[in-house]
């Protein structure tokens, strides 16, 4: 079992610099992705930013260049830097992290952390 918790959320004004934390603990050995994900009210959740086991990354396309995801192996934490934010970057933004077992991938989720951009 792996528990993840966010950090690092808040009110900031557009223009600004952000950085969201997710600590894993528990059982978490085999970890294989871990992306951060945000929803907003009325829509569905989607991808903000995911590394893969081997420091490949993969962006939503309205946060290429301004966002970027990176992990710490050995303290098991996923690290979203945002810069420049923008008020459309608004939202809850999880943690998802996925842990190889045998032939599958079982995923794992934080409770989110608020971001709110505004002047």
């Known amino acids: 079992q792996v528990h993840l918790v966010e950090s690092g959320g808040g009110l900031v004004q557009p223009g600004e610099s952000l950085r969201l934390s997710c600590a894993a603990s528990?059982?978490?050995?085999?970890?294989?992705?871990m992306g951060w994900y945000r929803q907003v009210p009325g829509k569905q959740r989607e991808l903000v930013a995911r590394?893969?086991?081997?420091?490949?990354?993969k962006y939503a396309d309205s946060v290429k260049g301004r966002f970027a995801i990176s992990r710490d192996s050995a303290k098991n934490t996923a690290y979203l830097q945002m810069n420049d934010v923008k008020p459309e970057d608004t939202g809850v933004y999880y943690c998802?992290?996925?842990?190889?077992?045998?032939?599958?991938?079982?995923?794992?989720w934080g409770q989110g952390t608020q971001v709110t951009v505004s002047s």
């Open positions: 528990g059982s978490t050995f085999s970890l294989n992705h």
């Open positions: 998802n992290a996925g842990q190889s077992r045998w032939a599958t991938i079982i995923d794992y």
């Open positions: 590394i893969d086991s081997g420091g490949i990354t």
